[in-house]
């Protein structure tokens, strides 16, 4: 009994070490694989003129230095291409290890950019101390302030020297922002109706679909939740500049502001109609198609047929 254990064990121990040593074989040979190839990669680099990256990447003198590399060993434009990626936290963080990387302006320039798309400061000559890493702060600040009280908020860019005193160029921040809560910005839209002239204006329908045209619109001014003279005012203006982008189909479908209007009525109501859990009997594309060539009768049948697939493919106009 005693034996047959001992076998068992010895031939165990016997197992492992033969794994073991073709694990340190395998190990070596890709080793040699590995330092042939790096070899033979950085003789390339040299022979090219250009800089190791990979040498950079895997050269390790201990295993304290193991992990990301440090960005200051590699060329700056490479190093300013991987914080490009980050967000301001993070960007801020960085700065706590590569002070003179992640500080750099054209860093924080496009962060402020690419979340607020248009600001009057842009196009001016920036006052001494000017830092965009600054301007994105009071930024920040100033569309927190903005979905708190929207006149505070736009106070604030004014004061700032951010925006200027202009319904034209409050339209063209508000249209290049994302970051603002679209519930305040109705009600400041609904108070300052001479920045929802500029708002509207700065739309380009030009060659799209009605229904599609009219969603796009209302991503950027949110619709109402009741029906009342600010959603008429809306559909009104939107009607405009429709026919205003397209004037040559205008002509062509024999349709007038008018009549936009009664068809972008009439697609917010089918929208409610087939969306809506409450209404058990959806009403039929004939239906629709009758009742719209009611209230506008030079429609083409075809062209409100169009209409009523749209809205039933793809859902609502206001959502």
């Avoid at 003789?43 to 090219?48: E, F, L, T």
């Avoid at 842009?122 to 001494?128: D, S, T």
């Avoid at 939107?238 to 009525?265: I, K, Q, T, W």
Wanted: charged letters at 25%.
């Amino acid at each position: 009994m005693g034996q047959g254990l001992w076998r068992v064990a010895r031939n165990q121990q016997l197992q492992q070490q033969s794994y073991s040593g073709q694990g340190y074989l395998t190990r070596e040979h890709g080793r040699r694989i590995a330092a042939n190839n790096a070899a033979n990669t950085s003789h390339r680099k040299q022979a090219q003129g250009g800089i190791d990256i990979y040498h950079l990447l895997k050269a390790r003198k201990s295993k304290e230095q193991e992990g990301f590399i440090n960005l200051e060993m590699l060329p700056p434009e490479l190093s300013f291409t991987i914080l490009s990626y980050l967000n301001a936290t993070d960007l801020c963080l960085a700065s706590c290890v590569w002070q003179d990387l992640a500080n750099d302006e054209l860093l924080w320039q496009g962060l402020c950019k690419s979340t607020w798309g248009h600001c009057s400061i842009y196009n001016k000559n920036p006052p001494l101390g000017f830092s965009f890493r600054k301007l994105y702060m009071q930024l920040d600040e100033g569309s927190l302030t903005f979905n708190a009280n929207p006149d505070e908020g736009v106070n604030y860019f004014m004061s700032k020297g951010i925006l200027d005193d202009s319904p034209k160029e409050i339209a063209k921040f508000i249209f290049c922002t994302r970051t603002l809560n679209w519930k305040k910005l109705r009600i400041y839209l609904d108070e300052r109706r001479d920045v929802l002239d500029d708002l509207v204006t700065l739309h380009n329908f030009r060659n799209q679909f009605l229904p599609n045209a009219l969603r796009e619109f209302f991503r950027h001014i949110h619709a109402p939740e009741e029906r009342g003279e600010y959603l008429e005012t809306l559909i009104t203006k939107f009607s405009h500049r429709f026919c205003a982008c397209n004037p040559d189909l205008m002509r062509e479908l024999g349709l007038s502001p008018d009549a936009v209007y009664v068809l972008c009525y009439s697609l917010i109501l089918l929208s409610i109609d087939l969306t809506s859990p409450h209404v058990k009997n959806k009403m039929s594309k004939r239906e629709f198609i009758r009742n719209t060539r009611r209230a506008a009768q030079n429609i083409s049948e075809d062209f409100v047929g169009h209409l009523y697939d749209n809205i039933y493919l793809i859902g609502h106009v206001a959502a």
